[in-house]
């Protein structure tokens, strides 16, 4: 049974910064790509980053447009663990964060090639 767990929303004020985790357990967590999608209320949820499996420690990235610069998506395959680094936090980066495995090695920002998915944490970005 594959679980991921997130960890690290909370409320922050614009400008200021967060971590979140996202724990992974019953896959062989290296091999996959892993991916952070955010749903703000009333909204449709949508990709944030994604970081590619790897057996090599050679992961690639990428981030949509509106958080590039700012996220930084990175993983420890010792831990089972993804991140997600938020910087420069805006009022309209708040939303529900959920991260998710893919079925594949290689990152892609569709939620439909994701297959599992955590239950999410809030974050709040207060002006």
């Known amino acids: 049974q594959v679980q991921l767990v997130e960890s690290g929303g909370g409320l922050v004020q614009a400008g200021g910064s967060l971590r979140l985790s996202c724990a992974a357990s019953g896959r062989t967590f290296s091999s996959y790509a892993m991916g952070w999608f955010r749903q703000a209320q009333g909204k449709e949820r949508e990709f944030v980053a994604a970081?590619?499996?790897?057996?090599?420690?050679?992961?690639?990235?990428f981030y949509t447009n509106s958080v590039k610069g700012r996220f930084t998506i990175s993983r420890d395959n010792a831990k089972n663990t993804v991140y997600l680094q938020m910087n420069s936090l805006k009022p309209e980066d708040t939303a529900v964060y959920f991260c998710?495995?893919?079925?594949?090695?290689?990152?892609?920002?569709?939620?439909?090639?994701?297959?599992?998915w955590g239950q999410g944490t809030q974050v709040t970005v207060s002006s």
């Open positions: 998710a495995t893919s079925q594949r090695s290689s990152g892609t920002s569709s939620a439909q090639e994701y297959d599992y």
């Open positions: 970081i590619s499996g790897s057996s090599r420690s050679i992961f690639y990235t």
